[in-house]
Nanobody
Framework: QVQVVESGGGLVQAGGSLRLSCAASGSIFSINAMGWYRQAPGKQRDFVALTRGGSTTYADSVKGRFTISRDNAKNTVYLQMNSLKPEDTAVYYC?????????????WGQGTQVTVSS
């Protein structure tokens, strides 16, 4: 069993910054990828950023403003969010792709709310 726990959400004014954290624990042989997704009210869950191996990928809407980073020793991924906009308001979810040797499974956290006021 794998647990994924996000933290760091909150309320911030437009132009401000927040840093999200996501820690994975439990039965983990290795982690292939860690990423962030977000879901605004009434909308689908959208991709935000991903780190896999030594590479990172971002949604166009956050390029240049958000930075994803990973601490392999702690099985933790961070999302530094700068120059926040009201349209960044959403529940942010962490996704972890875990290698269990025999299988590879995706795990989601419970989500953390980010609210950006104008």
């Amino acid at each position: 069993q794998v647990q994924v726990v996000e933290s760091g959400g909150g309320l911030v004014q437009a132009g401000g910054s927040l840093r999200l954290s996501c820690a994975a624990s439990g039965s983990i042989f290795s982690i292939n990828a860690m990423g962030w997704y977000r879901q605004a009210p009434g909308k689908q869950r959208d991709f935000v950023a991903l780190t896999r191996g030594g590479s990172t990928t971002y949604a166009d809407s956050v390029k240049g403003r958000f930075t994803i980073s990973r601490d392999n020793a702690k099985n933790t991924v961070y999302l530094q969010m700068n120059s926040l906009k009201p349209e960044d308001t959403a529940v942010y979810y962490c996704n972890v792709e875990v290698d269990h040797i025999a299988t590879v499974n995706d795990y989601w956290g419970q989500g953390t709310q980010v609210t950006v006021s104008s």
